[in-house]
């Protein structure tokens, strides 16, 4: 029983199949329209999805608590004070000062993160910098960087050496410095930071650190690590959400196209179609024969269309949407994105596209399956 | 709202499947009130044509919100990251006041989608429309289950905010506070809860072997399988989870559908509602054997129904045993 269903819907492929191709240009050019648009989601889809996979590995050793001075409303350097304070609270187990901070380079048009890193900072004199950096700059270890301090002196740095590479992402426009250059470059009086991050022993714990800390300093505005993964996640999603909405035009159009073209029988089909039936076919069996024409084409641009994305975004680094998704930089890193497929983000790829095909192809569909036979073989 | 892709696409999908289920009801309507397979007049020949075309998109629809269902939850669980507090699809349902509402009529669809089907199916293989306008009249009721489930489901979306405190799972299914129906589950003592499920499951297999032997019963297969899903369902959230977590307290039943436990979840619920929906049809199916032109065809859909239903079940007790077997929580001391 289940064998003769089995040849059956084998044979009505195998017919679907050479029906498909006896008339090749007209399906070859639905297929590229349609993988075109399975392309183009998927795209944005793969893009957006592996930008947030890269957010989330990068914030995976910052730390858990950021806290920050405000002054009306605005970030403000915080005093060291504020460091006991916070290592007082029970449950913390580190709290350290930052120094960081942004610093616009005229001779490359480009914006630097300046930082000095809490183990091995360089000696005072010199700069560790980031390969986006040596770029702009053309600068190799040994040159020598010179920059317009706060009050409009020159401050020289030897470079060091360069940051390796794999971390691109991160480190493509950092700039490190040691503790001295940092406040001699910006005026940082001593006993002052940018910021003070906190690490808690037990991590079911951090809320409640937070709400301690915020309760003993006041002035201050507290930053989990959880809240800034999850606001990346809607950033993102957002941007992605964005863009399928202004592409659900190309998908209301494909809707538009397929319809036509289903709906455009000529008159060699009709007559094929008039003679299966007056050979025995059912009217059921010509809908089964032209869905299974549709599902082979549905299935093939959606697999062409999600390899070709796929190697667009992981291949070639998805330059048609990157600036969208991305934002934007000078010093943009250029870095390649861990390959990541998700079901979830599938099983919605497939819904954007093969599902409006499909309900776009059941009416010409049936008004092909309805002809009588006598009307097209006279 | 949440400009989330995926849900974009249920939004879609609903939206689609309301105006094609609203378009086709005039048809219905007309179908009901005119339908006489006796006529050779034009009207009656061009209802047969157009029946087609009403079931082919109505199949449509109708898998889809199938696929949907899955869907909905399955997106419910990975949006949990936005949300604080939330760690599984509980916490994203209870954001919003139409969370679960949404993933009940989400429910509700999915079965009377399937047994629609069943009824289409069983339609088609008798050659004289036999159950045209129970099924027509069937679809007078579904379709405005599926537009408040499509307007439910929208109200949801919409009342999403991202970082809302939300209450989880530890605290919802916790076995007491407040009294949601999954409280009330949770808080079944575990031998009622696996006793009745193995009574549920005895009764199925008794009852389907019955109705392959001798042919009649269906309905109470039909029966015995929707007691089986809600059993099995309360099963799950009172002691088969706890089996699976190996924590004494923890009840949820979105968790078994993560990773981390391997997705588990899948294996018990595709083969429960699977086997209800096979069950159910086979007692539908089985029914429509008084019309003369099902009269060989009705019972040889039914038994195959029966069958995989059954097959099904064993399936889902076979999974929910071995979870039990495997698991290092002892729940019932062997007596010294």
């Keep these: ?103 616009f380079d005229p001779a490359a048009a480009a914006n630097y993160t300046l930082m000095v890193p809490r183990d091995q900072p360089p000696a005072p004199g010199t700069a560790l910098i980031g390969s986006g950096v040596a770029a ?27 940051l390796e590479r794999d971390s691109a992402l991160v480190s493509a426009d950092l700039f490190l410095v040691s503790e001295a250059d940092f406040r001699r470059l910006f005026g940082v009086p001593e006993g002052r930071f940018t910021d003070i991050v906190a690490s808690v022993r037990n991590p079911r714990e951090i809320r409640t650190v937070a709400e301690k800390i915020d309760a003993a300093l006041p002035d ?25 909405v202004l592409l659900s035009g190309a998908i209301l159009a494909f809707g538009i196209f397929a319809w036509e073209k289903a709906s455009g029988l000529s008159a060699e089909e009709r007559r094929e179609i008039g003679i299966l039936k007056a050979v025995g076919w059912e009217t059921s069996d010509v809908i089964r024969l032209k869905t299974l024409e549709g599902m082979v084409i549905s299935l093939t641009a959606f697999l062409a269309g999600y390899v070709l994305g796929y190697l667009h975004v992981f291949h070639f680094g998805a330059p048609l949407f990157e600036p969208v998704l991305k934002g934007w930089a000078v010093l943009y890193p250029d870095f390649r994105l861990t390959p990541f497929v998700d079901e979830l983000q599938v099983a919605t790829l497939f819904f954007f596209t093969v599902f409006p095909y499909t309900v776009a192809t059941v009416v010409p569909i049936w008004r092909a399956a309805t002809v009588d036979p006598d009307q097209v073989m006279r | ?70 869907l909905f939850v399955f997106n419910a669980d990975r949006m949990a990251s936005l949300f604080t507090g939330a760690m599984c699809a509980v916490g994203t349902l209870k954001v919003d006041r139409w969370g679960f509402p949404a993933l009940y009529l989400h429910m509700a669809v999915f079965f009377l989608s399937a047994f629609w089907l069943v009824l289409n199916h069983v339609d088609n293989l008798g050659w004289d429309y036999p159950l045209i306008r129970l099924k027509y009249a069937a679809l007078l009721g579904l379709a405005p289950v599926v537009a408040v489930a499509g307007g439910v489901q929208l109200a949801y979306f919409l009342g999403l905010r991202a970082d809302v405190i939300t209450s989880c799972c530890s605290t919802l ?116 054997r008084r019309h003369p032109s099902l009269a060989l065809a009705a019972p040889r859909a039914a038994r195959r129904l029966v069958g995989v239903s059954l097959a099904c079940f064993a399936a889902f007790g076979v999974v929910a045993l071995w979870l039990v077997l495997r698991s290092h929580l002892i729940l019932f001391e062997a007596a010294p």
């Design chain 2, 1 to 70: 709202m949440l400009f989330q892709p995926a849900i974009i696409a249920l939004i879609l999908a609903s939206a689609v499947s309301t105006l094609m289920l609203a378009s086709s009801l005039p048809f219905v309507v007309r179908v009901l009130r005119r339908w006489d397979m006796a006529s050779g007049a034009e009207t009656q020949l061009e209802m047969e044509r157009r029946t087609y075309l009403v079931a082919t998109l109505l199949k449509l629809v109708l898998v889809a919100q199938g696929a949907a269902l899955v």
């Design chain 1, 1 to 103: 029983m289940t064998a003769g269903w089995i040849s059956r819907q084998r044979h009505l492929l195998d017919f679907a199949l050479s029906s498909l191709g006896r008339r090749r240009g007209k399906n070859l050019g639905l297929l590229a329209v349609y993988t075109l648009v399975v392309f183009v989601l998927a795209s944005v889809m793969l893009f957006s999805h592996a930008i947030r996979h890269e957010a989330r590995l990068v914030l995976k050793d910052s730390p858990e608590v950021v806290v920050q001075k405000l002054v009306a409303g605005r970030h403000d350097l915080i005093p060291a004070g504020h460091l006991e304070a916070i290592r007082g609270v029970r449950g913390v187990r580190a709290a350290e000062g930052r120094l960081w901070g942004y610093l």
């Design chain 1, 136 to 162: 702009v700059r053309d600068a190799a270890p040994g040159d020598t960087l010179s920059f317009r301090a706060h009050d409009g002196q020159l401050v020289q740095f030897t470079v060091a050496g360069t």
């Design chain 2, 173 to 288: 299914f916790s076995g007491n506070g407040i009294t949601v129906t999954s409280n009330a589950l949770a808080a079944m003592p575990h031998g009622v809860a696996l006793g009745l499920l193995a009574a549920g499951l005895a009764a199925v297999a008794a009852s389907g072997a019955h109705f392959l032997l001798r042919g009649s019963g269906g309905v109470v297969h039909a029966l015995a399988s929707a007691a089986v899903l809600g059993i099995g369902l309360a099963a799950v959230v009172s002691t088969i989870s706890v089996y699976v977590y190996e924590l004494p307290h923890h009840h949820c039943p979105f968790c078994l559908l993560k990773r981390e436990y391997g997705h588990v979840g899948y294996a018990l619920y595709l083969p429960l509602f699977l086997g209800t929906v096979c069950g159910v049809g086979g007692g539908i199916a089985a029914r429509t």
């Design chain 1, 220 to 244: 201050t505005r507290i930053i989990l690590r959880d809240e800034i993964l999850r606001t990346y996640d809607s950033v993102f999603d957002w941007r992605e959400g964005m863009l399928l």
